[in-house]
């Protein structure tokens, strides 16, 4: 089945700095989203992203499909931000399942 | 988000009880899922549902049984569990799993922490 890798597993930032989360993948998909999970558990929708290029206010995304990666921009971090974010694809072929990533785990620093 | 609501949102059961996991959606999807996250693990679909009738079966045990009544509301019936069952239980709907594009968006629960003691 599909693999999907995210890169880097843990991060630490000082608040306000810029950081890129990679996810790479390794089929061709027609569904990718990230998410971010909060200290809580809830997991939250970012983007719906299986091409192109999407921007909300200081979070931004592309994906590369035929290259088979999606990369996650978070800039001005804040604290808020920090948990771990997810990246989950549909592959093109066959199946209904979602295959998540194993995420990269962010911590903010104030 | 609140358009996916889950109860218990813990739970602690010992390995010969019955319980049940409920999970509603409001936001007129008709594809569910149950996905199971263990510590230093990713996501694990479990099960997935459409249009009430289950799509994906992951391998899971018989001793977790879902049942989807309505496009709505989702259960995971759980029985004789073992501590390794231990884990966060996150239920998630779309609108439907037959097409791609945004209408394919998954949205989550809060989901239920169970302990098995």
């Known amino acids: 089945g599909i693999q999907v890798e995210q890169s880097p597993p843990d991060l630490i930032l000082q608040e306000g700095a810029n950081s890129t989360l990679r996810c790479n993948f390794s089929?061709?998909?027609?569904?990718l989203q990230w998410f971010h999970q909060n200290p809580w558990g809830q997991l939250i929708n970012l983007f719906y992203?299986?091409?192109g290029t999407k921007q909300n206010g200081r979070l931004s995304a592309t994906t590369v499909a035929t290259e088979r990666y999606s990369l996650l921009y978070i800039s001005s971090s804040q604290t808020t931000d920090s948990g771990v974010y997810f990246c989950a694809v549909r592959a093109t072929s066959g199946t209904y399942k979602y295959i998540f990533g194993t995420g990269t785990r962010l911590k903010v620093l104030a | 988000e609140t358009g996916v609501t889950q109860t218990p949102r813990h739970l602690v059961m010992g390995m010969t009880n019955k319980k049940s996991l409920k999970c509603e959606q409001h936001l007129g999807h008709n594809a569910m899922y149950w996905y199971k996250q263990s510590a230093k693990k990713p996501l694990e679909l479990m099960f997935v549902y459409n249009f009430k009738e289950q799509t994906e079966n992951n391998s899971v045990p018989s001793r977790f049984s879902p049942e989807c009544p309505n496009s709505s509301h989702l259960f995971l019936h759980l029985h004789t569990l073992q501590p390794e069952d231990s884990a966060l239980y996150l239920c998630?709907?779309?609108?439907?799993?037959?097409?791609?594009?945004?209408?394919?968006?998954?949205?989550f629960g809060p989901g239920t922490r169970l302990t098995v003691l």
């Open positions: 089929d061709s998909v027609n569904n």
């Open positions: 998630a709907s779309s609108q439907d799993i037959r097409t791609s594009g945004f209408t394919d968006t998954q949205y």
């Open positions: 992203i299986p091409s």
